[in-house]
C-alpha cells in the first residue's frame, strides 16, 4: 500500500514550456487535490475532484488544467510554463473517515526559469 | 473567503512545552486539524478536533478550541527534537466539497 505518490520529484522548466504532473493513489479515495506551497502563504488549492470523472476550480486555478480520467489518477498540467508557477505541488487523496482526513503525496518540487 | 492565519515561528528549549496558535474566520467550520510537515515531505495529520468540543487529548498532544474567539491551539507537552518541523492549521467548512482552508504554517524550532 504505497498511499498517495507523484512524480516527478523534481523538475526544472523554461518558460513557455508544458508539463503533466501525475498523482496516484491505491486507497480507492474518491476525493483527490492538487495544492501549491509557497513560502510565508501556506498550502492553496489548485483543482480538486470530487470523483472519477470529475474536476473543479480551487482558489488559484489560473494556468493549470487537471483530469481524472481513472480513480486512483489526478494529471496536473500546466500549458505554458511562467515563472509564478515555482513552486512546491503536492496532491492529497480523502476517503469516507467521518473526520475528512486527507492524505498527502511526497510533493513535487517546480522551478520555472 | 474564508481565512485562518498563524503565527510564523516559534522556538522552545528540549523538554519546555510549545503552543502554536491559529485563528480562523470561518463561522460554520466543523472539523478543525493539525498537519506536520517534516523537511522535504508531504503533511501529515496530527490531530484534529470537532467543533462541538473544546479539547482533546492525545498522548503529548492537547488541541484547544474557542469557537467564540474561532480560535485553536496546539500545546505539545515535553518538546523533542523530532517534533522541530512545520505545523499547519486547517479548517473544513460545511459543505460536500471537502476542502480544507490552510493556514501559513508555523515553524517549530526545537532547541537542545
Known amino acids: 500500500n504505497a498511499g498517495v505518490t507523484q512524480t516527478p520529484k523534481f523538475r526544472v522548466l523554461k518558460t513557455g514550456q508544458s508539463m503533466t504532473l501525475l498523482c496516484a493513489q491505491d486507497?480507492?479515495?474518491?476525493?483527490m487535490y492538487w495544492y501549491r506551497q509557497d513560502p510565508g502563504m501556506g498550502l492553496r488549492l489548485i483543482h480538486y475532484?470530487?470523483?472519477?470523472?470529475?474536476?473543479a476550480k480551487g482558489e488559484v486555478p489560473d494556468g493549470y488544467n487537471v483530469s481524472r480520467l481513472k480513480k486512483q489518477n489526478f494529471l496536473l498540467g500546466l500549458e505554458s510554463a511562467a515563472p509564478s508557477q515555482t513552486s512546491v505541488y503536492f496532491c492529497a487523496s480523502m476517503g469516507q473517515a467521518y473526520y475528512y482526513e486527507q492524505y498527502f503525496g511526497p510533493g513535487t518540487r517546480l522551478t520555472v526559469t | 473567503g474564508e481565512d485562518v492565519e498563524q503565527s510564523l515561528f516559534l522556538s522552545v528549549r528540549e523538554g519546555d512545552s510549545s503552543v502554536i496558535n491559529c485563528t480562523y474566520t470561518d463561522s460554520s467550520s466543523t472539523y478543525l486539524y493539525w498537519y506536520k510537515q517534516e523537511p522535504g515531505a508531504g503533511l501529515q495529520l496530527l490531530t484534529y478536533?470537532?467543533?462541538?468540543?473544546d479539547m482533546k487529548q492525545d498522548q503529548r498532544l492537547t488541541v484547544l478550541l474557542n469557537k467564540k474567539d474561532k480560535h485553536l491551539s496546539l500545546r505539545i507537552a515535553d518538546t523533542q527534537t523530532g517534533d522541530s518541523a512545520i505545523y499547519f492549521c486547517a479548517d473544513r467548512g460545511g459543505g460536500a466539497t471537502n476542502k480544507l482552508i490552510f493556514g501559513t504554517g508555523t515553524l517549530l524550532a526545537v532547541q537542545p
Open positions: 486507497m480507492n479515495h474518491e476525493y
Open positions: 475532484s470530487v470523483g472519477e470523472g470529475t474536476t
Open positions: 478536533i470537532f467543533s462541538n468540543m
